[in-house]
Nanobody, 118 residues
Framework: QVQLVESGGGLVQPGGSLRLSCAASRSIFSFNAMGWYRQAPGKQRALVAAIGTGGTTSYVDAVKGRFTISRDKAKNTVVLQMNSLKPEDTAVYYC????????????WGQGTQVTVSS
């Protein structure tokens, strides 16, 4: 079973920054748009940022101007730089494919916990 491995989460104060990374096989990154999803307690998992194979990016309104998604083809990683973090950003963050059909069920990893609290 293929999984994507997320890392970089932690506890940070409001206004702080974190950098999340997602590692997987070259075949996944080379042929798929990739995205970062998050699931807060009591809420459904939702896409927050996506990047196409050509580098085009998109964000939900709640994170625009604060989060930046990028992909490193040499390292087969997708990175989410999160700045100006807010308590409402607290969630488990996952990466997965982000095609028009959505994420790939077999690719979900363990995620990485992000907690924003003073």
């Amino acid at each position: 079973q293929v999984q994507l491995v997320e890392s970089g989460g932690g506890l940070v104060q409001p206004g702080g920054s974190l950098r999340l990374s997602c590692a997987a096989s070259r075949s996944i990154f080379s042929f798929n748009a990739m995205g970062w999803y998050r699931q807060a307690p009591g809420k459904q998992r939702a896409l927050v940022a996506a990047i196409g194979t050509g580098g085009t990016t998109s964000y939900v309104d709640a994170v625009k101007g604060r989060f930046t998604i990028s992909r490193d083809k040499a390292k087969n990683t997708v990175v989410l730089q999160m700045n100006s973090l807010k308590p409402e950003d607290t969630a488990v963050y996952y990466c997965n494919t982000a095609s028009p059909l959505g994420p790939t069920a077999d690719y979900w990893g363990q995620g990485t916990q992000v907690t924003v609290s003073s």
